[in-house]
T-cell receptor
Framework: NAGVTQTPKFQVLKTGQSMTLQCAQD?????MSWYRQDPGMGLRLIHY???????DQGEVPNGYNVSRSTTEDFPLRLLSAAPSQTSVYFC????????????FGSGTRLTVV | GENVEQHPSTLSVQEGDSAVIKCTYS??????FPWYKQELGKRPQLIID?????GEKKDQRIAVTLNKTAKHFSLHITETQPEDSAVYFC???????????FGAGTRLTVKP
């Protein structure tokens, strides 16, 4: 049981480049989400999904896309990276976030230059 | 939407002392309040949670209290140890709400 697996761990992008952050979980959780963590601002929700084929926006969705084709995978796409997207990104999953809390992945540190 | 405020932003205590971190929330519908610990360079991990049907919950040296009327909840760590040094986050949500909001975090340093 690997839990929540994120790749890559580190990434440097140039402004305007695109990339996909991968997230997979093996706990059969219906709920998955992406957060970004910036100093002094805690964790802010980007997008979330309550099941395969269902996604919705969180607090800071602009500049990011998601899809959920399977229960296990929830990739986050940056279409045209900007320096403001420099952050640490965490994927999280839960059986029910309002009842059991989250299991987080190990994070991706992204730098956009 | 929900807004969670957390204080203090930094907290330094001597080993063996107690530490208290406080959070307030804005949405009276919130009924689930987890706390996460994040060690340097690591992922946040759930350490304790409380639901609105109870006022206090304990797990060894950590406890959480909830005041629904005042809309605030607190994390209490007793007999602190150096390994308690980390950033602690509070959060609030409700059972049917998929948007969990986090506080900005408290950096706790326990001095040996």
């Amino acid at each position: 049981n690997a839990g929540v697996t994120q790749t890559p761990k580190f990434q440097v992008l140039k402004t305007g480049q695109s990339m996909t952050l991968q997230c997979a979980q093996d706990m059969n959780h219906e709920y998955m989400s992406w957060y970004r963590q910036d100093p002094g601002m805690g964790l802010r929700l980007i997008h979330y999904s309550v099941g395969a084929g269902i996604t919705d926006q969180g607090e800071v969705p602009n500049g990011y896309n998601v899809s959920r084709s399977t229960t296990e995978d929830f990739p986050l796409r940056l279409l045209s990276a900007a320096p403001s997207q420099t952050s640490v990104y965490f994927c999280a999953s839960s059986r029910s976030p309002g009842d059991y809390g989250y299991t987080f992945g190990s994070g991706t540190r992204l730098t956009v230059v | 939407g929900e807004n969670v405020e957390q204080h203090p932003s930094t907290l330094s205590v001597q080993e063996g002392d107690s530490a208290v971190i406080k959070c307030t929330y804005s949405d009276s519908a919130s009924n689930y309040f987890p706390w996460y610990k994040q060690e340097l360079g690591k992922r946040p991990q759930l350490i304790i949670d409380i639901r609105s049907n109870v006022g206090e919950k304990k797990d060894q040296r950590i406890a959480v209290t909830l005041n629904k009327t005042a809309k605030h909840f607190s994390l209490h760590i007793t007999e602190t140890q150096p390994e308690d040094s980390a950033v602690y986050f509070c959060a609030a949500t409700s059972y049917n709400n998929n948007d969990m909001r986090f506080g900005a975090g408290t950096r706790l340093t326990v001095k040996p």
